[in-house]
């Protein structure tokens, strides 16, 4: 395959040789303003795609342009999401259980290829396509509610640490038919496991085993209208062990970037004027502000690695089979040749422009877009709306992002209003991980694999 545009001579001849000695680390902390400045300084030197390491001494490629990463997520039969068959694994460089958590491979949908993809998303697509999204608005708006109520007193709040983190997981908590006191455990556990202390990290991680073959255990013996029930009743025939594993995708999937947008929009309406006044004024919907932050403070900077399924060209890159590509989503959506839509004249925005790559796309694009994009709006919204006189509590400059190749987002987002009520009813009682058991604790979660899809999600 050639990817090459009319647009000119670009790349540099190195490249063309395969991949080169000099790759970019993607690992290392992450400077404050993002990784911007790398997509911008790869891009003049490589071109469409460019050279990187994962780890040192994994080598893997990044692609930079909107139309290559493009290309990439809608051609399965070119690129597998079977990490198994990256070059590095066969040859034996890199040990997937090992090393490297994002590249590991697992039992879900998200590692699958054609027919076996297909049986394993269906009963998740068909899962969520069954959520009533009217009926859901109020569940989130009242979560939403609640939380802050546990801190709308205060006059100060985190919004990451105490809303936007939680928010997510509550919500899906809900799906999975299980009381918000569950919710507050995986919510807690999740946020331990990313945490810093790496004792705690291994005690939530051996809490989050449990909680998934405990879940799924208890939904059998009791089945509910609940997602879980739905895709263990699902025609596609998963086993319990599947659907243990679908479930943490769910979770895994759906909690980190929902946190980011809405912290990321947060962060824009408290730091930029414009967007702010052109919110307020209902210039600017919250769906288009969310379109706008999701195409330049993109909760998902990077995707996962596709596998080339044979040798090719991007560019004035020769890929061979068994490379793996990254999906630049932020370097693509930074693309100079990529314009979407006309400014809107109120806002100076190109609002309404959807074509951002922030849901993926191809076969594996997100199943639950509409739902990420509901639970966004309504917790930025109540937000809005329940903290008079919101400011950052800090100077924009300080405050800090998470270190992730992955993730683009913040780590707390510090700040100030006017103190306020609690709705009724009262504020919700959150639960902390050493109070509440593991759903069921009777059956032992299946070999190794769980273990292994938590440091993946770890790897975040
Ligand atoms: C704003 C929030 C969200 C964003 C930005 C987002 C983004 C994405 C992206 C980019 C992918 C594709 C991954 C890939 O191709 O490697 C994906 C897949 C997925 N997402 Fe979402 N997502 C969001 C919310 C959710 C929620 C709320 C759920 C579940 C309730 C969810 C469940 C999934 C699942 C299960 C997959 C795997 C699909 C497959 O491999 O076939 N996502 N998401």
Redesign the pocket.
Known sequence: MTTTRPDGERGISALAQGHSAEATPLYGTTPPGGRDDLWRRLRERHGPIAPVELEPGAKAWILLDYHENLTV?QQPHLFS?DTRRWREVIEGRVDLARTLPMMSWLP?????DGEE?HR??AP?MDG?GGIDMSSMAGTVRGIADELVDSFVIRGEADLIEEFAAIL?VL??NR?FGLADGYGHMLGDLTTTVFGEDAARAEEAVERMQQYFAGLVARKTEHPGPDLVTRMLEHRSGLSPSEVAY?AA???S???M??TH?IGNTMRTLLTDERIHEAHTDARLSTHDLLDHV?WTD???QV??GRIALQDMRIGSARIRSGDALF?G?DAAHRDPNVRVGHPDPDTGLASGRRAH?????????????S???L??STGVNVLQERLGGLRLAVPPEELCVVNSPFLRGLRRLPVSFTPGRPSEPPAVQTRRMEQVAAPVEEEEPPEDLLGRLLRWWRGL
């Open positions: 997520l999401r879900s949908a998200l590692f699958a993809h394993l998303r998740i969520v997510p919500v899906i799906l679908t995708l769910i979770i999937a759906g909690h970037p929902t947008l999701m993109t909760p998902f995707l996962a999906i989503i790559l922030v849901f993926g796309a191809g076969p594996h694009s997100c199943p639950a877009r739902l990420g994009r639970v966004a």
